[in-house]
């Protein structure tokens, strides 16, 4: 009886197992964009949704530039196009980072694409990240036509000087909402939420983020013990730190967030450790809670649809 | 694992479902939806997590399949064979028993997931739809690990051996659902795995496509040295394909042996097969010697009325079976008479029993 020379793995050979993960990972992508193409329409309305929502913060940011600009305050320049650009376009971006890994494993769920992921012999975690290719696929090409429809049609004004570090940035903030996406995911399997509102993704997103992490005016207006709370959440840190970086009328010093102001450090600095500490505890619990759950699933029988 | 070693051996397995949720409808989880998720999230994760109605699924399912050889696993619906081969798929655990797949431990479900191919025709097949034929098995092979140039040719191998390899440009949502069970059985085909596990492979498909579909499962997989497990609840044209079968009822191995040693099981009966103009089910009791009527009628302006009566071999038994079924009204059109088959000892569990007894 033949094995298959290819997927036969010796104990230790870390590399061509990194090597073909790697490999089903690309395979992900190219899937995912051969997907999004099929469907022609959606290209079409991937920019009108780009631009509609830009217009949208265009038009509110035209009322309110005025009083909006006094409240940004010196740390965030006086440019309210340019604050809500990144915004909105770092919202984005979490989103669906936070988002997908939960949409994406139901849908793979009711369509039945799950068995046949959790029968080929990658990790039961490769279609996790695999989905999170079209993630990063939609994601970066929409945070660059967000910034240049803010800059070119609506007056917004980035600076590209810090643009390296800011890249780094979106890479934290990328591994921190994915840790909370994968959490969100693992209560598909692990507390059975087939329907309805995940919880997860319904308090961090839905009410934090929405809330207190400053996507539409800076946590400064919010009450005091409001501010503590939105520290909790990555979204805080990933708008302070992109703003600083982005808008030129911005200051990289000054503090503004309470756990900025409490530490002696630089406030890009605090956010970079509390983006970095964040994914060093979301992310792998993230996996050890999706791990249980598809381990629950199989002792339950919930882990694919059809019996 | 050596070429003795059975490639599936599976002992007292048992698997309980621990049964469906309540409905939250009307509750007030429901009305108060996420906002209750926050304030009481203890409560509401107690209650949903309340079991009713735990389903028995298998009960003490001993099985060995050998390497080589073309098993069946047949039933009636709701007899578990679904639930037998995702056990051997590593896709569910078994409650209780053990049992090694492909010479790997029940538990070591990441050693079996190499070592084993899943073709199942439920739902969306686990295709894309979007997507091309040739694209949704080239991007199995990828997640199988294969190199780029290997996946291409081994998807032009596996189209080409289903007779895909001219529509392979064609989306998976224009075509015909007969074509899109080749596609999966393609993806079978793209492995050398010790076990395939092939899960009502051909529902759904014409006659011609079907004895094809069951000529590679005969011919094409064993000559690669593959194991085949065929799961089916439609045992017709069966009897050529499977060295052994086993037949499920209600969770149970009911019967294991070659289709000639199940089917003996029913010398004893003949099967009528009968096609009437009109005719209702007939009034009054049924002769003694029919064990079982399947009435079929067909839609149509003929009003054509299709009866399966499966009777004890006995002097006289059409002409007692053909004065019943007048009774009813209608006029017969159509009359043979045949040895069982395969699918005539699932037909019916009361029917197999008793052929046993």
Known sequence: MSARPQVSRAKGQLWPTLRRELATLWAFAVREYRMWQSYRVNQLMWLVNIFVTTLLFFLIGE????????????????????????????NVFLYTNLADPYTRIARSYYNGTMDLLLLSPMSVFTPLFGFMTKSILDDYPRLFVVGAFGMLLFGAAFRFQYSLIAIGFTVLILAS????????????????????????????????????????????????????????????????????????????????????QALPWPPLLVDGLALGLMTLILVPLGLLLYGRGIEKARRDGTLTRWQ | MTASQPVVELVDIGKTYPGTEPSLRGTKLETLGPALWLKKLGRALRLTAVSENAVQA?????????????????????????????????????????????????????????????????????????????????????????SGALAKERTDQALAAVGLLADRQKAVSALSNGMRQRVILARALLLRTPLVLLDEPTVGLDPVHRNEMLRLVREVLPARGQTVVLVDHQADALEGVLDRAAILAEGRVERLGTPGELVSALRQVRVLELLTRGGDMPAGPAPALVRQVVRTPRPGPLALTHWRIRVSEQPHALE???????????????????????????????????AGA
């Open chain 1, 177 to 260: 909402s994915f840790g909370i996406g994968m959490i969100s995911a693992s209560s598909f399997y692990l507390l059975n939420i087939k329907r309805g509102t995940e919880p997860v993704r319904f308090l961090v997103q839905g009410l934090l983020a929405t809330l207190l992490a400053g996507t539409y005016y800076p946590v400064t207006v919010l009450p005091r013990p409001l501010q503590w709370l939105a520290c909790l959440i990555p979204h805080t840190y990933a708008f302070d730190a992109l703003r600083r970086l982005m808008d030129p009328g911005a200051e990289l010093g000054g503090a503004v967030l309470p756990v900025q």
């Open chain 2, 58 to 146: 298998l009960e003490e399912v001993s099985l060995r399949i050998h390497p080589g050889e073309v098993f069946g696993i047949l039933g009636a619906n709701g007899s578990g064979k679904t639930t037998l081969v995702k056990i051997m798929a590593g896709l569910l655990a078994p409650s209780r028993g053990s049992g090694r797949v492909a010479g790997w431990s029940l538990h070591r479900t990441a050693e079996i997931r190499r070592r084993v191919s899943y073709v199942s025709t439920t739902g969306w097949m686990g295709l894309e739809w979007a997507l091309t034929a040739e694209e949704n098995v080239r991007f199995f092979a990828r997640l199988c690990g294969m």
């Open chain 1, 63 to 90: 009322m309110v530039k005025g009083q909006a600009a006094r409240l940004l305050g010196p740390a965030y320049g006086n440019n309210y196009m340019s604050f809500i650009v990144v915004g909105v376009a770092i």
């Open chain 2, 320 to 354: 007692s079976v053909l004065v019943w079924l007048l009774s009813g009204g209608g006029e017969v059109v159509q009359v043979s008479e045949r040895a069982p088959a395969l699918a005539d000892l699932f037909a019916s569990s009361s029917l197999a029993a008793e």
